[in-house]
């Protein structure tokens, strides 16, 4: 009995040594919003070590933070709580159009290799005592005009990113979301590289307030880590293509793949975007059949490569799968990057195949679009201050 509790004794004292010796993690990305909608957003971010993590919110009704209890929403994968580097947690049930309070919490977790306990750390999160805890509005179900900025190909450039997206300029107050069209960055080999290039700058200006929707580019479909796209930036589908509303304007974000044949020697027998775009090809199919699309006044479209059936691979394939079912919905506008010029296509271009207009915005710029109920204006504005704008009347 007496060597049986120093044994239970002894155990107890290795599981508090464990326990004690686990690193209190600390928020090194993040955190930004994503998957923003009427009623839920989600809150991405990485620790420096393995945590279990949770977001709570608050209204934003002048209380402290720290005035009672806040709703919790945690990282669960299929109902058990992940252990990772990289969070993310959706936070729902809330009203569309209102400003929330938030902040993200972690504690460290270390497992005993034998018995496969976990043991935590102290909790650690975002402050809330010596600043103000994070604030994010959800996107309105009854807006009548909106706002929103548009970048892409920017191709590892974070300083203009910074420039133009700077956090004077990007706040809630002036715009409802900003939306990466593709080519953040020319190959996505590492992760270190799309949080350098990319999530940090961002954080730093905009993206821990304002939401952030992304389209894939063909560029970020290259490189070793290219498959994990998704989970740096989760949509509502689970994939790099879905939709969503700000009041009566419907957006459809498309990912158009790469831009050359899936046989091309660039790929190293690693792609298969034939097979992929006609899937896509599908669900854009009943998307423009829901309600949600029929229904809105104002639809827009968003794809880092523009249609064209005698371009290159890809923009032929998007011209033949993707055009005639946008060609039957109604569609006000597609915004576009790739190119790395401006250009803007009439509804009816031939050349295009399309009866909606088309603007490719430059690279390395910033556009502005404004939807009101019976137009949609942009102005594209460069590095150097210099602007292009044009207004589309709304069907």
Known sequence: MR???????????????????????????????????????????????????????????????????????????????????????????????????????????????????????????????????????????????????????????????????????????????????????????????????????????????????VARGNHETRGACATAFSDYFPTSTGAPYYTFSVGNTFFIVLDGGEDKPDNDIEYHDLVRYDNYRKQEAVWLQSVVESPECKNAQTRIVVIHIPPKSSGWHGEAEIARLFVPILNSADIDLMLCGHIHKYRFSEAGDTTYGCNFPIVCNPNRTRMDVVVSSDKIAYKIINTEGEEITNEISIK
Not at 30 to 43: D, H, L, M, R, S
Not at 163 to 178: C, G, H, R, W
């Open 3 to 213: 060597r049986f509790l120093i044994s239970i004794f002894a155990l107890c004292i290795a599981s508090f040594a464990v326990a004690e010796g686990v690193k209190a993690p600390k928020i090194v990305v993040g955190p930004y919003i994503q998957a923003c909608g009427q009623n839920e957003f989600t809150v991405v971010w990485q620790t420096d070590c393995d945590a279990v993590s949770w977001v709570e919110v608050a209204p934003d009704d002048g209380t402290h933070f720290y005035n009672s209890a806040r709703e919790q929403f945690f990282h669960t994968i299929h109902g058990r709580r992940a252990v990772g580097r990289w969070h993310t947690v959706k936070v729902t049930g809330l009203d569309a159009g209102t400003t929330y309070r938030y902040r993200v919490l972690n504690k460290g977790v270390v497992f005993n290799p034998k018995s496969g306990r976990p043991y935590y750390s102290e909790g650690r999160g975002s402050d809330v005592y010596r600043r103000q805890p994070y604030r994010m509005r959800t996107l309105s179900d009854k807006a009548q005009t909106l706002r929103f900025a548009v970048g892409n190909d920017f191709h590892d450039k974070p300083e203009i990113l910074e420039q133009l997206f700077s956090k004077d300029v990007i706040t809630p107050e002036n715009y409802d979301f900003v939306l990466y069209n593709g080519d953040m960055v020319s190959k996505f080999e590492t992760e270190q590289r799309l949080v350098l290039s990319v999530l940090n700058p961002s954080v730093a200006q905009f993206a821990t307030e304002v939401p952030l929707f």
